[in-house]
Nanobody, 123 residues
Framework: QVQLVESGGGLVQAGGSLRLSCAGSGRSFSNYAMGWFRQAPGKEREFVAIISWRGDSTSYANSVKGRSTISRDNAKNTVYLQTNSLKPEDTAVYFC????????????????WGKGTLVTVSS
């Protein structure tokens, strides 16, 4: 069992930067791939970024590629998402999740989910 708690969301102006953190509990945190997903009002939850359990493999959605960096610190049971050059369309609730890297659909590989943190980007 892994419990996840996101933090770092808030209101930021377009062009700004934000770093989200996700703290996990449980001994098996380092065994899981960790992903970030987001859900905007009225839209489905979508993939943002994912990192393998060892941190040696990452993948990004085209919408954030080049602007976001996912990283993890297994000693601290924490995964991060740094996003620069934020856009109003990045506004969403951001969720972290733990699971396996399902390359067909990353969302389907996730087993444990946090409750999310709201990111609002003003224009």
């Amino acid at each position: 069992q892994v419990q996840l708690v996101e933090s770092g969301g808030g209101l930021v102006q377009a062009g700004g930067s934000l770093r989200l953190s996700c703290a996990g509990s449980g001994r098996s945190f380092s065994n899981y791939a960790m992903g970030w997903f987001r859900q905007a009002p009225g839209k489905e939850r979508e993939f943002v970024a994912i990192i393998s359990w060892r941190g040696d493999s990452t993948s990004y959605a085209n919408s954030v590629k080049g602007r976001s960096t996912i990283s993890r610190d297994n000693a601290k049971n924490t995964v991060y998402l740094q996003t620069n050059s934020l856009k109003p369309e990045d506004t969403a609730v951001y969720f972290c999740a733990a699971g396996t890297m399902n390359y067909r659909k990353f969302l389907d590989g996730m087993v444990y989910w946090g409750k999310g943190t709201l990111v609002t980007v003003s224009s």
